[in-house]
């Protein structure tokens, strides 16, 4: 029995309406295709850039913060920015009295700032929305996470449990759900469309999830946490303490095997542990957030201001190197290029560069006029190898790479190219003029 033509026509339209439907449906986006979209930059927190940052750099631009015209005081940053898909830099100041969210062109121009209350220090984008967490004070003290268009307008806030002042980040899955939480609460995952998809049963400092490929959540805090998708509580694990500490865990790291590694703050504790909690080793004379190279090598700078470079599989130091202390808490730690090159700035307003052996390539002092505590935040590398960098108590972003070639030089090294060219035009590849000796040629 055959159908009619009307028939595969209406079956046809059917399959057709499906296919056009089922993209419409879909609420959830990934992470931002931006070098760096959220802390760390990426899901797994490995603070490792694909790019190649700069070898011998200078200053490109200096964005001073005070020339925003906003309400409230001195304005600064004091931690790592983030980068939308067209090169903008996004970050959150940490003004006296009304914290701002803060774009800049890439040419180190303001784009939009915001007021927003008091802001957490990180951010967090996906393909078309910027997420960080911030606290009001309008009513009542509350907490929210907050996400606004790339052109800095609200689309919306959902309140987070709690109301303690927050010093954590949104993440961001591979299924698009935004997760964030505030100090001591629970952990919520939400929606792209600011609909809430659960709230975890755990309660804890929450710092910055990493999100493992298959989902999986791990967050430091009060304990280390995993936590699956469905906001379910796999395991945790106790922080190292003593009498009188008060320690928690910073944002941990995953490695692409999967390995996770978390360290402490006010008490040291370092560990190295599989995807189902097992410890694999521990350094109990290490703190700090780690970072994470592309041939599995372990960075952490701790309290002491000395970065370690760690073997994976025991967890022994291959090499140390006296940085100075880091950021707040070494919250943020070194950050690695393609090549394998460390960046670490520290808390006197030095940025620095080292060897993947641990030598040092060049260093930068960005407050030379300030003496003592400069706070800035660890570095990022953008797409073309240029670091940025959030200035703490100089009040200024920092753009740090190879400057351009200017238009004089660019047309006196085409003229020297054209000139070179004229004059080895007629030289084969061996350095022969003309026709080589016994060259073949045409048979008449």
């Given at each position: 029995?055959?159908?009619?033509?009307?028939?595969?026509?209406?079956?046809?339209?059917?399959?057709?309406?499906?296919?056009?439907?089922?993209p419409a449906t879909r609420v959830f986006a990934q992470l931002a295709n931006s070098?760096?979209?959220?802390?760390?930059?990426?899901?797994?927190n490995q603070h490792r850039s694909p790019s190649v940052g700069p070898s011998a750099p200078q200053i490109l631009?200096?964005?001073d913060l005070q020339t925003i015209q906003a309400t409230g005081g001195f304005k600064r940053g004091h931690h790592q920015p983030i980068l939308l898909p067209d090169g903008t830099l996004v970050l959150n100041t940490a003004d006296s009295t009304n914290d701002q969210i803060v774009a800049i062109n890439p040419n180190g121009t303001l784009r939009w700032n915001v007021s927003a209350s008091?802001?957490?220090?990180?951010?967090?984008?996906?393909?078309?929305?910027?997420?960080?967490?911030r606290q009001t004070y309008a009513a009542s003290s509350s907490t929210q996470l907050r996400s606004v268009n790339f052109n800095g307008s609200t689309i919306w806030n959902v309140s987070l449990p709690g109301s303690n002042p927050t010093q954590n980040g949104p993440a961001i899955a591979r299924s698009g759900?935004?997760?964030?939480?505030?100090?001591?609460?629970?952990?919520?995952?939400?929606?792209?469309?600011?609909?809430?998809?659960?709230?975890?049963?755990?309660?804890?400092?929450?710092?910055?999830?990493?999100?493992?490929?298959?989902?999986?959540i791990v967050a430091g805090g009060t304990t280390l946490k995993s936590i699956s998708p469905a906001g379910v509580v796999l395991w945790e694990k106790p922080t190292r303490t003593a009498l009188g500490k008060f320690p928690a865990y910073l944002s941990p790291a995953i490695s692409d095997d999967g390995t996770i590694y978390a360290g402490q703050i006010n008490y040291p504790n370092l560990l190295a542990?599989?995807?189902?909690?097992?410890?694999?080793?521990?350094?109990?004379?290490?703190?700090?957030?780690?970072?994470?190279?592309?041939?599995?090598?372990?960075?952490?700078?701790?309290?002491?201001?000395?970065?370690?470079?760690?073997?994976?599989?025991?967890?022994?130091?291959?090499?140390?190197?006296?940085?100075?202390?880091t950021d707040y808490y070494n919250s943020e730690g070194a950050t690695i290029d393609a090549n394998g090159s460390l960046y670490v700035s520290n808390d006197q307003g030095v940025l620095m560069s080292l060897t993947p052996g641990g030598q040092l390539r060049w260093s930068m002092d960005l407050a030379p006029d300030i003496s003592g505590f400069v706070g800035i935040g660890a570095p990022i590398i953008g797409s073309s190898g240029v670091l940025y960098v959030v200035g703490g108590h100089t009040g200024k972003v920092f753009a740090i790479g190879v400057p351009e070639p200017s238009g004089v030089l660019m047309s006196?090294?085409?003229?020297v190219g054209l000139i070179w060219i004229a004059a080895h035009s007629d030289r084969d590849r061996n350095g022969y003029k003309g026709k080589k000796p016994c060259s073949s040629h045409s048979v008449q």
């Open positions: 029995m055959f159908r009619s033509k009307s028939a595969y026509s209406g079956l046809l339209h059917g399959i057709c309406l499906v296919i056009l439907i089922l070098p760096w979209p959220d802390y760390g930059g990426g899901y797994l631009w200096a964005f008091s802001l957490g220090p990180w951010l967090a984008a996906d393909a078309d929305k910027i997420y960080t967490i759900a935004i997760y964030g939480a505030n100090d001591f609460s629970s952990l919520v995952a939400v929606n792209p469309n600011g609909t809430t998809a659960w709230t975890s049963g755990a309660s804890g400092y929450y710092v910055n999830p990493a999100v493992a490929t298959d989902g999986t542990l599989s995807s189902s909690g097992a410890q694999l080793w521990a350094r109990t004379d290490l703190d700090g957030a780690p970072a994470i190279g592309t041939n599995g090598k372990v960075y952490v700078v701790s309290e002491s201001g000395i970065l370690s470079a760690l073997n994976p599989l025991d967890g022994s130091t291959l090499w140390t190197y006296a940085t100075g202390k006196v090294l085409s003229l």
